[in-house]
């Protein structure tokens, strides 16, 4: 489903050359359920980024669905993220003129679906994240958790192939944090593939496999143990 192969993205700061990602091959399969760890600058939102269409590398071959996206134009590219991909962000990037309803129909516009269906979509959405109960709430009318469900219930509402989480749970409580861990478990549950990013190991437990990336490059991969298990 997901397909790297010999991925660079360079940056050039000045005459310096920051190589944010140095040679990422990577396959991940429907349905996984993956994390991403490594320390801060290793090149994590880089790679986040550019699976999730919204940057496009400097080198290498990018097949998402059998589709070759290296070979993509701006609108192309647009048009992919729109359908194939679900982006959550630390910061829940919401829109906070608008009300919760609003907030997740939001990415059905640029589809062109009608008014009345995509607030059907949206309500569905948000009653599967649990918030079917705050559809005409502002976003600074919630608690913290309830924003970042916000924001997966729009991540979700255009049945993405993809989820993408960018430390999702870095500006949350842990209790918090493992609500909505929960939610991300019970979403690979039902069929949905899953990558987060995260520098917390209790997250990444969740996740049933680890890449560790440093310095750019993809170092481990390794299979989680189930949880529950006991060494
Ligand atoms: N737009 C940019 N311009 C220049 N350098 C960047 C840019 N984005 C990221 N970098 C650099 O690329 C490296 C990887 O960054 P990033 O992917 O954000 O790391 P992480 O998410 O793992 O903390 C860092 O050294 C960062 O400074
Ligand atoms: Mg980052």
Redesign the pocket.
């Known amino acids: 489903m997901i397909r790297l192969a010999g991925i660079t993205k360079h ?1 050039l ?1 000045g005459d310096e050359e ?1 190589r ?1 990602l140095d040679g990422v091959d990577l396959h991940i399969g429907r349905n996984e359920y993956v994390a991403l760890i ?10 986040m980024n550019l699976i999730g269409c919204l940057d496009s590398p400097t080198s290498g071959s990018y097949v998402l669905n059998g589709r070759d996206t290296s070979a993509m134009g701006d609108n192309e590219l647009a048009k992919v993220r729109n359908e194939e991909i679900g982006f959550v962000f630390q910061s829940f990037h919401l829109l906070p003129r608008l009300t919760v309803l609003d907030n997740v129909a939001q990415p059905l516009v640029y589809r062109g679906i009608p008014r009345a269906e995509r607030q059907r979509l949206a309500t569905q959405a948000l009653e599967q994240v649990g918030l079917g109960n705050r559809l005409g709430h502002r976003p600074n009318q919630l608690s913290g958790g309830q924003r970042q469900r916000v924001a997966v219930a729009r991540a979700l509402v255009g049945k993405p192939s993809i989820l993408l989480a ?1 430390e999702p749970t870095g500006n949350l409580d842990s209790r918090t944090s493992l609500e909505i861990m929960a939610l991300f478990d019970e979403l690979h549950r039902s069929g949905q593939t899953v990558v987060v ?1 995260t520098h917390e190991p209790d997250i990444a437990a969740h996740c049933r496999r680890t890449l560790r ?1 440093s310095d ?1 490059r993809i170092v481990e991969d390794t299979m989680n143990a189930p949880r529950g298990a006991t060494p």
Do not use: F, I, Q
């Open positions: 940056y700061m920051v944010a490594g320390p801060s600058g290793s090149g994590k939102s880089t790679l960018d990013v990336v750019g």
